[in-house]
């Protein structure tokens, strides 16, 4: 089977057979309840980067600085105030394996766990899961895509760690 080289467009190299492609988080599943919470943070975020709500119900117990931070430069620079009906169109969620060990994520790469965003502003302790979320949503004709990472601590409440709308 032949499959293109990334960056050359015209050239392609012999692969003598498919590999197989593993899935490897079919055993990481989320409570339904944690997924609920986790789709309501993010959906409160996302309604006020796009002013449906005022700033002031981003919690710093529930949202941390970067994304208090984006979503006010969003509201400064005139992206977010179009105050028609938000539209989410999906919701994925998917719980982040971590390999204890080592401290770094479970893919196999050398990044270490907190430097996954670009940013060391927070350490996350072992007993934490992290769940990344990514969709689509539409504020009246345009369209939008967004992602977030949500911090679980075993016994406290979800914090949005990072959110990006695109």
């Not at 689509?136 to 004709?141: E, I």
Request: net charge positive.
């Amino acid at each position: 089977m032949y499959t293109p080289i990334p960056g050359l467009a015209l050239l392609k190299s012999f692969q003598p057979y498919a590999h197989p492609i593993h899935n490897t988080t079919a055993d990481l599943q989320l409570a339904p309840e944690t997924a609920h919470s986790a789709r309501t943070l993010v959906t409160i975020g996302l309604a006020c980067a796009f002013g449906q709500r005022s700033l002031k119900t981003l919690k710093p117990e529930m949202f941390d600085p970067a994304v208090r931070r984006h979503i006010a430069a969003r509201l400064r620079n005139g992206l977010g105030l179009n105050r028609t009906h938000l539209v989410l169109h999906s919701c994925n969620l998917q719980l982040r394996r971590m390999n204890k060990e080592s401290q770094h994520l479970d893919t196999g790469t050398t990044s270490a766990r907190n430097d996954f965003y670009g940013s060391a502003s927070f350490q996350v302790p072992d007993s934490s899961q992290l769940i990344d979320l990514y969709g689509t949503l539409s504020v009246g004709d345009n369209h939008y895509a967004y992602t977030a990472l949500i911090e679980k601590p075993a016994h406290s409440a979800m914090i949005l760690r990072n959110m990006r709308v695109v």
